[in-house]
């Protein structure tokens, strides 16, 4: 079985600062993780994903992650928050690339000008 | 490439009624998924089709719920009949075996 906690309901940073979205997983197989951001009556759209590889991941609009397996996290970041990055984000788990993926309960992003 | 369509995007109805929600994934994806996600949670899956074949259903209400996909393509998912627990935003979507999952814009149902 997996899960997903995605530790803060909601997180406010100022614009310009550092942005840090944590995520732990819990797999029983090796896992592929995801990061995807939903907007506001929007469906989800992917920032990024680990499958295998290299364990620092770079996704769009600046978003990054590194995947830690002795942690079993998976947190997101971003150097330099912007109002446009306010929005729902979402970390995922699945076994493989086909199969389906178990989400965490989300956090909110707050970026205060 | 066009993405996921869903339609409707909003439908309120009452307990009891039925309701039936449409999804055209992005073309030559094989696998398709219908999630659902409850206000202040992460999405749910429902039910996995490849082609036109049921891969996971074990968290589909079956009492209430039914999904079919004919001939491969399209996906219909129906409650009949809805509680009020049944709100939520329900999200299709598609995949090319062992890739990406591509989101539809989503169908929020309001039961009251």
């Known amino acids: 079985a997996q899960s997903v906690t995605q530790l803060g309901s909601h997180v406010s940073v100022s614009e310009g600062a550092l942005v840090l979205l944590r995520c732990n997983y819990s797999?029983?197989?090796?896992?592929?993780l995801f990061w995807y951001v939903q907007y506001p009556n929007q469906g989800l759209q992917l920032l990024l994903k680990y499958t295998t590889g290299a364990t620092l991941v770079k996704g769009i609009n600046g978003f990054e992650a590194e995947f830690k397996k002795s942690e079993t996290s998976f947190h997101l970041t971003k150097p330099s928050a912007h109002m446009s990055d306010a929005a729902e984000y979402f970390c995922?788990?699945?076994?493989?690339?086909?199969?389906?993926?178990?989400f965490g309960k989300g956090t909110r992003l707050s970026v205060i000008a | 490439e066009a993405g996921v369509a869903q339609s409707p995007r909003y439908k309120i109805i009452e307990k009891r009624q039925s309701v039936a929600f449409w999804c055209n994934p992005i073309s030559g994806h094989a696998t398709l998924y219908w999630y659902q996600q409850i206000l202040g949670q992460g999405p749910k899956l429902l039910i996995q089709f490849q082609n036109n074949g049921v891969v996971d259903d074990s968290q589909l209400p079956k009492d209430r719920f039914s999904a079919e996909r004919l001939k491969g393509v399209d996906s219909t998912l129906k409650i009949q009949p809805a509680k009020l627990e049944d709100s939520a935003v329900y999200l299709c979507a598609s995949s090319l075996a062992g890739n990406e999952q591509f989101f539809g814009p989503g169908t929020r149902l309001t039961v009251l």
């Open positions: 797999s029983s197989v090796p896992p592929y």
């Open positions: 995922a788990v699945s076994a493989s690339g086909n199969t389906p993926l178990v």
